[in-house]
């Protein structure tokens, strides 16, 4: 469970979240959506610890995170896995290595090891062919998936995905939309997903927030999206579900 | 004002940097094939371009002193007076500015690049200290290699010389080496490996400082390198002349 209490973030002069209130149930699946800007990324790094609130409280997993210092977030973050926008994997290491390095560099477990417990993590993104891969050669949606086998293996409670699916063909958006749902369903894990892609977050989630200029708007289950007529809501969805209800059209024509 | 503000900063930046890695070797937390690895990325690598540096730079030396101590009936000192130079300053100093480019550059290059590209901050989700991770096999790798690159450099430097030495003088080897043993103690070989150990602890912490201070894309890395490198040569000069005063009194 991640709960925000009257989070403030300011960058320099630049007030980026105003007294946001959030919470991300345990085991669901919660959706923070709004436009580029609007304070999404940096509130997934404030659960991360990447970043200091200005003010307010943030509780991950029933502990007051907020006036951790750096070493005590390396114990928070092992029960946390991120799944960065561009992937952020390390270029130096193979695909295996990359996936294995929670165990062997944190834990400290030997590599022979590691190597099958990787390979197992592998096969369940679909990626066990490219393990001896550099990430350089992999495509976008092959080191999304590589990405989250890193964050999997050492099964945290909590994965934060930064726009999972942002840059990614239909076909790929499918693959990771379903690996989303079922690492929560599996493993009963509790997802952030950072997204302003709404298909995803209709596909996805349980639960939406969405950030406007810096202020949280709750709107409920995904289908609000859909109907609710919050004028922020309206402002952030109108295409989206213009262009929806223009489907639906067409195909109440045929 | 803005350049004193820069340089307190990175002053204290990298006495942070230097307190932490100090605090994980403390704590005994090393992993040891990433200081393996290091150790073959830093040192290896780097012996071509020290001995090439060296080469030259010695014999240039000896081409200067050799002709003037002939004419003086004092060829016999040329050896000497090119081991007190290669040992006190030219070892150091030499492999030093080399290796500030050869390995100072990739690893500033190297954690910049990470930082943009949020590896850092991946690391981090991954509950790994970036310092334990990147900074401290790489500044113990330095440290242990560098005297390794400077024998290497320093043989080198000391044939070079006595090449050029024997192009322009005719001298032969016995009478090029017999004043070393007089005019070189005990005092100028724990110089030359202090001020190595000194001066590749500063290159790489330098070089990891300025990787992760790095931001604005492609280009800020690539700032953040050529500042790597000039900061780092001006530093080894600065230590070269404070730790030459105190270990000449």
């Known amino acids: ?254 | 004002m803005k350049y004193l503000q820069g340089m307190l900063e990175f002053i204290g930046g990298v006495t942070i940097l230097t307190g932490n890695v100090l605090r994980l070797l403390l704590r005994g937390r090393l992993n040891f094939s990433l200081l393996v690895q290091q150790m073959a990325v830093l040192g290896v690598n780097s012996i071509p371009i020290s001995v090439l540096v060296l080469c030259f730079a010695s014999a240039v030396f000896t081409y200067i002193i050799a002709g003037e101590l002939v004419e003086r009936g004092a060829a016999h000192w040329t050896g000497g007076l090119l081991m007190i130079v290669l040992l006190r300053e030219f070892i150091p100093v030499f492999t030093g500015i080399a290796l500030a480019g050869k390995i100072g550059a990739p690893i500033t290059s190297e954690i910049g690049t990470m930082k943009i590209s949020e590896q850092i901050d991946a690391l981090k989700a991954l509950s790994t200290d970036p310092d334990w991770y990147l900074t401290l096999p790489r500044v113990l790798a330095g440290i242990i290699m560098m005297p390794v690159v400077a024998v290497f450099s320093g043989y080198a430097g000391w044939f070079a010389g006595y090449l050029t030495a024997h192009r322009e003088t005719d001298i032969s080897y016995l009478m090029f080496k017999s004043s070393v043993s007089t005019l070189v103690d005990v005092s100028d070989y724990v110089m030359c490996v202090v001020k190595c150990v000194v001066f590749s602890a500063v290159i790489v912490l330098t070089a990891c400082y300025m990787g992760f201070r790095a931001e604005g894309g492609a280009a800020g890395v690539g700032r953040a390198v050529t500042n790597g490198v000039v900061v780092n040569i001006v530093l080894l000069f600065v230590f070269d002349l404070l730790l030459t005063m105190v270990m000449t009194k």
């Open chain 1, 1 to 254: 469970m991640i709960v925000f209490e009257d989070v403030r973030v300011r960058f320099g002069r630049q007030q980026v979240l105003r007294d946001v209130n959030l919470h991300a149930a345990e085991g669901r699946i919660t959706a923070i959506v709004g436009q580029s800007g609007s304070g999404k990324s940096t509130a997934l790094r404030l659960m991360m610890g990447l970043i200091v609130a200005e003010a307010g409280r943030i509780i991950i997993d029933g502990q007051d995170v907020t006036d951790l210092g750096e070493r005590e977030w390396f114990a928070v973050r092992r029960k946390m896995g991120m799944v960065f926008q561009n992937s952020a994997l390390f270029d130096s290491l193979t695909v295996c290595q990359n996936v294995g390095f929670f165990p062997h560099f944190v834990d400290g477990v030997s590599w022979r090891r590691v190597r099958a417990q990787a390979m197992e993590m592998l096969a369940e993104v679909g990626l066990e062919d490219h393990a001896l891969k550099l990430p350089g050669e992999l495509s976008g949606g092959m080191r999304r998936r590589v990405a989250l086998a890193r964050s999997l293996i050492y099964r945290p409670k909590i994965l934060l995905y930064d726009e999972p699916t942002t840059g990614l063909d239909p076909q790929m958006i499918a693959v990771v939309n379903e690996l989303i749902l079922e690492m929560s369903e599996r493993y009963g894990v509790t997802s952030v997903v950072v997204t302003h892609d709404l298909e995803c977050v209709h596909e996805v989630a349980d639960h939406v927030v969405l950030l406007e200029n810096g202020v949280a708007v709750t709107v409920g289950s995904a289908h609000q999206l859909l109907v609710s007529d919050d004028p922020a809501v309206l402002a952030f969805t109108g295409n989206w579900r213009r262009t929806i209800q223009g489907y639906a059209q067409e195909l109440a024509g045929d």
